[in-house]
C-alpha cells in the first residue's frame, strides 16, 4: 500500500512538473499579450510595427465602456518576448484560437499599420470569425506602393534588401533611424519620443523580420475573401511635399479595389498615427461605421 501510495505521489509530482514545464514552453512562446478591458460587444486592436498596445489607450477610452477591447501586443515589440519562427502566421493562428477559446464570437478588429495588414490577413483567411474590420493606414502591398506592378520575386527582393539594411546598421545609425523616421509618421515631439521609447524597447532582428513579412506578402488579391464590413483610414498630411490628395487616393483605391464594399476616407491633417495626430477624426469615423 505504501510503496502504491509512493508511485502515485511520484507520478502525480512528475505529471505537475510536465504541465508546467509545458505552460511555461507555451507562454514562452505567445506570439501576443492581450490586455483586456471593458465589458460587452469585442474589439481587437492590434498596434504596429514595433509598437505597443498603449498606442490604442485613447482609442480605448473612447470605445471601451459599451464594448469590451482586447488590446494586443505583439511578440518582440515593446519589450514582449520575441518568438523563434515567421511572426504574422503565429500571431494569426493564436488570434483564431484566442477568440474561440474567449467565446468573442465575431468580434470588431481594429489594426493599425502592421496590425493593419494583420488584420486584413486574418479577415481573409478566418472570414467566420470577424464581425467588422477597421483598417488604420495600411496597405495589401506595402512593398508595392513604389511599383504597382511589383509581386512575388520582386516583393521578396524588396523586402530583403530592407530587412537586411536594418540589421546591418550600427546601433548609432539605427537610433537615428528610428527617430527620423518617427517624426516623420507623427507631428507631435511628445509622440515621436514615445514611439522611439517602443521602438528602443523591441527586439531589432523581430522588428526587421516582421519588416520582411510585412512587405514581401501581397493581399491585393486575397482581400476578396473579406466577408467583414471593412472601413480603411488613410493619412495624407506625410505625402502633402510629394504627392497631391488625389494620388494617394488613387493608390489605396487601386490596393482594395478586389475588397467588395470597402470604405476609404482620407485624413488631411494626419500622418501614418492617426490616433495621435487626428483622434477626434479618427473616433468620428469608427463610431459611425461601428453604429
Request: include cysteine.
Amino acid at each position: 500500500m505504501k510503496t502504491t501510495l509512493k508511485v502515485k505521489r511520484t507520478l502525480i509530482a512528475i505529471t505537475t512538473s510536465l504541465l508546467a514545464l509545458a505552460a511555461s514552453g507555451a507562454q514562452a512562446a505567445s506570439a501576443f499579450r492581450a490586455e483586456v478591458t471593458g465589458t460587452g460587444s469585442p474589439v481587437i486592436l492590434i498596434p504596429g510595427l514595433a509598437s505597443s498596445g498603449a498606442v490604442w489607450d485613447g482609442t480605448v477610452k473612447h470605445l471601451c465602456g459599451p464594448r469590451q477591447c482586447h488590446v494586443l501586443t505583439l511578440a518582440g515589440f515593446a519589450g514582449q518576448p520575441a518568438i523563434d519562427g515567421k511572426l504574422l502566421p503565429q500571431v494569426e493562428q493564436q488570434l483564431a484560437d484566442y477568440i474561440a477559446a474567449n467565446r468573442l464570437g465575431k468580434p470588431v478588429i481594429i489594426g493599425h499599420s502592421l496590425g493593419g495588414f494583420i488584420a486584413l490577413q486574418f479577415a481573409a483567411d478566418h472570414p467566420d470569425q470577424v464581425g467588422r474590420l477597421v483598417i488604420v493606414d495600411s496597405l495589401p502591398a506595402l512593398g508595392a506602393t513604389q511599383n504597382p506592378l511589383a509581386k512575388g520575386e520582386q516583393l521578396e527582393k524588396i523586402a530583403a534588401a530592407v530587412r537586411d539594411r536594418m540589421l546591418a546598421q550600427d546601433d548609432a545609425a539605427h537610433a537615428a533611424g528610428m527617430r527620423y523616421t518617427a517624426a516623420t509618421m507623427v507631428t507631435a515631439p511628445a509622440d515621436v519620443d514615445r514611439i522611439v521609447g517602443w521602438g528602443q524597447r523591441s527586439d531589432r532582428k523581430a522588428v526587421a523580420n516582421a519588416m520582411y513579412e510585412l512587405m514581401s506578402q501581397d493581399l491585393r488579391g486575397d482581400v476578396a475573401r473579406i466577408k467583414a464590413p471593412t472601413l480603411v483610414l488613410g493619412a495624407w498630411a506625410a505625402y502633402r511635399d510629394y504627392a497631391p490628395r488625389a494620388a494617394i487616393e488613387q493608390a489605396y483605391a487601386a490596393q482594395y479595389a478586389q475588397l467588395a464594399g470597402v470604405k476609404i476616407e482620407m485624413a488631411d491633417t494626419a500622418r501614418h498615427f492617426i490616433m495621435f495626430d487626428a483622434p477626434a477624426w479618427m473616433y468620428d469615423r469608427i463610431d459611425a461605421f461601428l453604429d
